[in-house]
C-alpha cells in the first residue's frame, strides 16, 4: 500500500477573518516560496505580519520575503498560539470527521471545497482566530 500526501498552506487575518490558502504538493521551501509571494500578490496595499512555527521550510534562508510581509516566528513548541492552528483544528472536524476518500484527487477536491468554504466565511474565520488578547495587542 502507498501513502500519498497533499499539503494545506493558510494565512489568516485576526482582525477581519480574511483567509487566504493554497493546496500544494509538499512541505519544502520551494512550496513555502508559492504561499508567500501568492498571499503577499493577493494584498498588495496590506503590510503582512505572518506568524509562523520552526518548521525547516519556514525558516529557510533561500525564502525571499516579499517587501510587504514579515516573519515572526513562534517559541519552539507553542503550536497553540498560531491562530491558522485552529483552523486546521476546524476543519478536521467539521470537514473530514470520519471520512474516507477513493483517492487522493477525492481527498483534495474536498479540502479546496471545504478551504473555500472557510475562506468565503470571514465571520466563523474570525470566531475561531480573533482571541481577546490577540486584538488587544493590536489596539496598544
Known amino acids: 500500500m502507498t501513502q500519498e500526501y497533499t499539503y494545506a498552506y493558510a494565512a489568516v487575518s485576526v482582525s477581519d477573518?480574511?483567509?487566504?490558502?493554497l493546496v500544494?504538493?509538499?512541505?519544502n521551501t520551494v512550496c513555502m516560496q508559492?504561499?508567500?509571494d501568492e498571499v503577499a500578490e493577493r494584498h498588495p496595499e496590506d503590510r503582512i505580519i505572518m506568524v509562523i512555527d520552526g518548521a525547516g521550510w519556514h525558516n529557510s534562508g533561500s525564502?525571499?520575503?516579499p517587501?510587504?510581509?514579515?516573519?515572526?516566528?513562534?517559541?519552539p513548541y507553542s503550536p497553540e498560539l498560531n491562530p491558522v492552528?485552529?483552523?486546521?483544528?476546524?476543519?478536521?472536524?467539521?470537514?473530514?470527521?470520519n471520512r474516507v476518500f477513493k483517492s487522493i484527487g477525492a481527498l483534495e477536491n474536498h479540502?479546496?471545497?471545504s478551504l473555500k468554504e472557510m475562506e468565503d466565511n470571514q465571520?466563523?474565520?474570525?470566531?475561531?482566530?480573533?482571541?481577546?488578547?490577540?486584538?488587544?495587542?493590536?489596539l496598544i
Open 111 to 113: 479540502l479546496c471545497q
Open 67 to 75: 517587501d510587504n510581509m514579515r516573519l515572526v516566528k513562534l517559541p
Open 63 to 65: 525564502l525571499l520575503i
Open 34 to 36: 508559492i504561499f508567500l
Open 24 to 27: 500544494l504538493p509538499h512541505v
Open 123 to 138: 465571520q466563523r474565520v474570525q470566531s475561531i482566530v480573533s482571541w481577546p488578547w490577540i486584538i488587544s495587542s493590536l
Open 17 to 21: 477573518g480574511k483567509m487566504d490558502s
Open 85 to 97: 492552528e485552529h483552523i486546521w483544528d476546524d476543519l478536521r472536524e467539521k470537514s473530514f470527521h
